[in-house]
Structures are given as structure tokens and as C-alpha cells.
């Protein structure tokens, strides 16, 4: 898009956004939107370019994160029960204070921030009235005379109500803000797990939210002015990697495990500076993993075969598994994902193997305290990959063995 072109659209975005909006303010909402810093032109520039290219039943929703998504700024499709939504995540680098500040203060905060465009597929009532509401906005030369017109209502307890263009816009908008929130409610972690981002969490709020119709018109249900600066933004990190695995995290349709989850805990300890730690926690965890599924997978046969009870099932328990006497277990964490493991059909790729020791080794030598040389944050996060990837191996094995009993 030509400069020229990108002008023509900021106008056509303005024009269609003047309704509604009091004439004492000379500045356009669109004006108002970029100085307050709730998105820049780009954003409304690729909103309006996406409600062209897709079909008449679509509106697009822009709010902001208050941490940083690390995933490349490209639409991805994500589940939902309502709206078809396709959503894409732009890293914002914000920072409190005046850019002069940067040079002579050195207590300014960064903030990391991320701009979201999400697209929506309109259903229902919303679905059916959408036309006739978009037809109002372009017919009408005064938005007085676009709220003085009644539409039916479905609820007649409503009737004694006037149902405006205004209200069914600010009634959409609602909508598609709870929506959004129960979506990344069920997305957030998927997105943690698969790009390992310890930091990012599901919202209960969405900061700077408000939304774009066909004609370009936006629709805010409140604003705030801010007086948070915006430094020049610096060139993304690649996140490629991320989207594949959130790709192939979101096409298995499953939610993560609590063994994940509990993962991502220790790649919190990384971000913290406490390397040792995250990867003694990873070791724990995937330690525990192993007991669990032992238990479920062998143990609980034997005790269903053999009896809880019997004599005979205690002492193969005893020396298969764990001393009765001080409740400790024989066996190592390493042997069993190589030794147990295999007897119900679970088996690590040769690397899996490889890193898998390497790990155990490195806890062992924190714990032991004969680690002499500092351990290094590229080894904790490799701890990290290393224990999402023999858990996701595993649960990925077991779904296989389920599917073929």
C-alpha cells in the first residue's frame, strides 16, 4: 500500500468513526486512539484491509496485552464454540516517562506489551441485524437521526427500550469482549506451553479494547486517555519456531497436561536468574510424571491381578518398586523411562534418551554440589526442552496406545 493509499484509508476510517462523537473535541477518535497509544496506524490500517478481503459477517476486535506474546505477526485460527476467530499477536515496546528520559534517567520501566488484532465472525441476532445496521452507517448524514430509529426485538420485555445502531454496535462489542476472554482462557495455555512462555497468563480484563466494523467505523465502549510513551519499536525476535508448535499443539486438540504446566513453573525460576533450581525442578517433575504413570500402567495391574492384600503382591511390589519399610523407591528416575517404560509401550527416541541422561547427570552434580562451573541460563532452558519434550513424547505414546485398544 502506497503512502497515498494508506492516507485515503486513515480518512475513510475517520470519516466512518465521526458519528456518535461530540463536536467539541477537534481531534477524530482515530487521532485520539494513536496519541493515547491504544494501537498505531498500521493496526487500524490492517484491520480495515482484513473486513475487505473477508466476508460481510465479520468485525475485527484490537486490544492490548500487558506482556509479550511470542509468536510472529501473522493470523492464526483458533478454537471457539462462537465466531470463527482468527487472531495475530504484534510485539509493542512501551516504556513510562518521555523518550528524552531514556538518556538521563535510567529508572524508567520497560513495558513489554503486545497489540492484538482478533477477527470475528458475527452469529445469532447480531448475525441477522449486522446489515441493516452497517446500511444505517452508510445512509445516514446525522447520527441523531440513526438513534432515533426502533428495530424489532426477539424479547418483548425489551420493547419499551429503543434498540439503536448505537446500541446494537456497543451491545456487539460487549459480546466479543466476554468471548474473547473465555477464548484465550483456553488458549493461553496451549500458546505457554508450546512457545515455553512463563510469563504470559490468561486475562481477566483486556486493556485499550475496542472494535472495528465493515465501514472502517470504530466502536469503544470506554476511553481513557494515557499518558504512557512509545519508544521506537525494535526489530522482533524470531518467534517461527513458536507458531509451528502452537500449530501442532492446537491440531492434537488437546489442553496441556499438569505435568507441562508445572514445567512452565520452572521456566519461571529461569527467567527469575535461578538456573540451578529450574533444573532441579525439572528432574522433580518429570520424576513425578513417571510415578504416575507407573502407577497407573503397571503397579495398579499387578495389585488388581495379584490382590492388595496377598503376600505374593507385596513382595514383588517390594522389589519391583518401593521398600515397605521407609517408603523409598528403588528405582532411578532414568531407569524408569528406559527400563519400565518400554513394558507398557512407551518408548524414547534415541536423542530423548541421550538428553534425558544428560539431564539427570547435571541435577545430580547441582545436588551433590560438585558442579564447579556456573551453570549457564541456554542450560536451564535446555533442561526445560528437555523435559516438555520426553512428557509431550510420552502422553503422545500413551494417546496412541489408547487408540488402538
Request: aromatic letters at 10%; one cysteine or more; glycine letters at 4%.
Amino acid at each position: 500500500m502506497r503512502l497515498k493509499d494508506k492516507e485515503d484509508v486513515i480518512d475513510e476510517i475517520r470519516n466512518a468513526s465521526k458519528l456518535g462523537y461530540t463536536r467539541a473535541i477537534s481531534t477524530s477518535i482515530v487521532d485520539r486512539l494513536i496519541t493515547a497509544k491504544w494501537c498505531e496506524e498500521v493496526d487500524l490500517l490492517e484491520a480495515y484491509e482484513d473486513l475487505q478481503k473477508s466476508g460481510s459477517d465479520r468485525v475485527t476486535i484490537l486490544f492490548q496485552l500487558p506482556f509479550l506474546v511470542k509468536l510472529p505477526n501473522k493470523w492464526i485460527k483458533i478454537k471457539s464454540e462462537y465466531g470463527n476467530p482468527y487472531i495475530k499477536f504484534k510485539a509493542v515496546d512501551f516504556f513510562e516517562g518521555q523518550p528524552h528520559e531514556r538518556l538521563i534517567n535510567d529508572s524508567y520501566r520497560d513495558i513489554k506489551r503486545t497489540q492484538v488484532l482478533m477477527s470475528y465472525q458475527l452469529w445469532g441476532e447480531r448475525l441477522q441485524r449486522y446489515p441493516s445496521y452497517l446500511e444505517t452507517l452508510v445512509n445516514a448524514s446525522e447520527f441523531k437521526s440513526v438513534v432515533l430509529m426502533e428495530w424489532e426485538y426477539s424479547d418483548r420485555s425489551e420493547a419499551s427500550r429503543p434498540f439503536t445502531p448505537q446500541t446494537y454496535e456497543l451491545d456487539v462489542a460487549k459480546r466479543l469482549l466476554l468471548q474473547t476472554i473465555t477464548v484465550l482462557k483456553d488458549f493461553t495455555p496451549i500458546y505457554s506451553v508450546a512457545s515455553k512462555d512463563s510469563l504470559s497468563y490468561a486475562p481477566e480484563r483486556l486493556d485499550r479494547f475496542f472494535m472495528m466494523v465493515k465501514t472502517g467505523r470504530i466502536v469503544i465502549r470506554e476511553f481513557s486517555e494515557s499518558t504512557t510513551s512509545i519508544s521506537s519499536v525494535q526489530k522482533p525476535d524470531d518467534y517461527s519456531s513458536n507458531l509451528t508448535a502452537l500449530k501442532r499443539y492446537l491440531k492434537q486438540n488437546r489442553r496441556p497436561s499438569i505435568y507441562e504446566t508445572y514445567l512452565l513453573d520452572a521456566a519461571r525460576q529461569i527467567e527469575m536468574g535461578a538456573y540451578n533450581l529450574a533444573i532441579v525442578q525439572v528432574v522433580m517433575i518429570l520424576d513425578w510424571f513417571a510415578n504416575e504413570i507407573i502407577e497407573d500402567h503397571i503397579l495398579g495391574r499387578l495389585k488388581k491381578l495379584l490382590g492388595n492384600t496377598s503376600k505374593l503382591c507385596d513382595l514383588i511390589l517390594e522389589r519391583l518398586w518401593e521398600n515397605k519399610s521407609d517408603k523409598r523407591i528403588r528405582v532411578g528416575t532414568e531407569e524408569k523411562f528406559t527400563r519400565y517404560f518400554p513394558a507398557i509401550g512407551i518408548s524414547l527416541t534415541p536423542k530423548l534418551r541421550e538428553d534425558l541422561r544428560s539431564l539427570i547427570e547435571q541435577r545430580n552434580k547441582i545436588v551433590h554440589r560438585v558442579q564447579v562451573a556456573q551453570i549457564e541460563s541456554s542450560d536451564a532452558r535446555n533442561a526445560v526442552d528437555t523435559g516438555l519434550e520426553v512428557v509431550q513424547h510420552c502422553m503422545i505414546c500413551l494417546l496412541g496406545k489408547n487408540r488402538d485398544i
